[in-house]
């Protein structure tokens, strides 16, 4: 692809070879640069075979990110020269993205273990991708991933799948709002074999962050009628989840949340997609899980500090359910006088925000530091 009349960016996906059949269309690529075309706001032309299920789907993609971000996502005008009509589906199976994330791991269990019955996809393999969690330039933290999320699949009897790409190397410059598309670009390059492929989601309907690249709102626009992208797993709190995975010690041995750890495939335990999970694994009476480091107390809650009004409602959760269980833990009560304590902040905090401009203005800034200072004193 060349970007405003700079040298041609040169993106790729590779996996290995005999795994699949290449897909008669070119729709997962489209999928997965469109945001970065948006970007850049000029007059595409498409070369290459595009189904005209997935002619409709930019188009609508298009709208949908220029209604939530009009000053970052221009529409363009796409020519295509070869629109491909849609043809009969694929045979019944589903390829599920995968990344040992909780998420993930409830997405793969809920539909392996047959409690679902027929309301299950019919998982037919799982699909791990090298250059979106763990950086290209990191084998060997990417491997030790893989050898986790393998033995978690060889539990399922299930093969796992691996995938590397450069594109949020190369072409990403807002990963939180085009990393569905680049994802169901490359669930695409599969889709000669699957009907479709199951992504899991990251937050419920009752909770649901806009904008944000993968929703239930978002993904099924980036399928076509022979390949279908599935947002799976919405209608659970993360708490559920953790509920449906306890006594599934494949997945507790897989769980891999972390962005903040020592290395991209391990758990620091404090950030908070860390914490998120602790809270909800301590709900039943899980302190020391295989992937987390050290034992959660009282103290392990005492040092934590939701950054954001999201985590807030998070922990929220987990105290709500705590009371509901009827447990008498320690860590219990520390977390109710922090919530309580930090939604009284947050009730000053969101008006005073408004008034001086928020972050961009330095008094705020300065406001943040000073509360930032405080909390460690205390």
Not at 86 to 111: M, N
Not at 234 to 257: I, N, P, S, T
Not at 290 to 295: D, I, Q, V
Not at 330 to 344: A, F, I, P, Q, S
Request: aromatic share 8%; proline share 7%; glycine share 8%.
């Amino acid at each position: 692809m060349e970007l405003n009349g700079s040298a041609h960016t040169h993106v790729w996906v590779e996996f290995a070879e005999g795994l699949c059949p290449s897909p008669a269309v070119e729709d997962g690529l489209l999928f997965a640069i469109l945001h970065r075309l948006m970007e850049e706001g000029e007059p595409v032309r498409v070369e290459g075979p595009i189904s005209a299920h997935a002619v409709r789907g930019v188009q609508d993609l298009q709208e949908v990110w220029h209604n939530l971000l009009p000053r970052q996502y221009r529409p363009i005008p796409i020519e295509y020269s070869d629109i491909r009509p849609d043809q009969q589906a694929r045979p019944e199976k589903f390829l599920a993205a995968f990344s040992g994330g909780l998420d993930s791991l409830f997405t793969a269990v809920r539909h392996t273990d047959g409690k679902r019955g027929a309301g299950s996809y019919p998982v037919g393999a799982f699909l791990l991708i090298h250059g979106f969690d763990v950086p290209l330039d990191m084998p060997e933290s990417f491997a030790s991933l893989e050898r986790d999320c393998r033995r978690f699949a060889d539990s399922t009897g299930l093969p796992l799948y691996t995938l590397r790409t450069n594109l949020r190397e190369a072409i990403a410059t807002d990963w939180e709002m085009c990393h569905g598309a680049m994802l169901a670009g490359c669930l695409h390059q599969f889709a000669a074999s699957f009907r479709g492929a199951l992504v899991a989601s990251g937050a419920p309907y009752s909770n649901l962050p806009m904008p944000w690249g993968s929703s239930p709102a978002l993904d099924y626009l980036s399928g076509n009628a022979n390949f279908a992208i599935v947002h799976d797993g919405a209608g659970f709190l993360r708490l559920d989840k953790v509920a449906y995975l306890k006594d599934h010690q494949a997945a507790l041995e897989c769980m891999k949340v972390c962005c903040n750890g020592p290395a991209p495939e391990v758990n620091c335990g404090t950030c908070s997609k860390c914490m998120r999970t602790r809270l909800a694994l301590a709900l039943w009476g899980i302190y020391e899980p295989p992937t987390f480091p050290g034992r959660f107390t009282a103290q392990t809650v005492r040092d934590y500090h939701p950054p954001k009004a999201r985590e807030i409602y998070h922990a929220r959760t987990v105290l709500d359910k705590a009371r509901e269980m009827g447990l008498k833990e320690e860590w219990v009560d520390v977390l109710e006088r922090k919530l309580n304590h930090m939604e009284r902040e947050e009730a000053i905090r969101g008006p005073l925000r408004k008034l001086v401009g928020g972050g961009k203005n330095p008094l705020w800034r300065r406001l943040q530091i000073m509360r930032h200072r405080l909390r460690q004193k205390s």
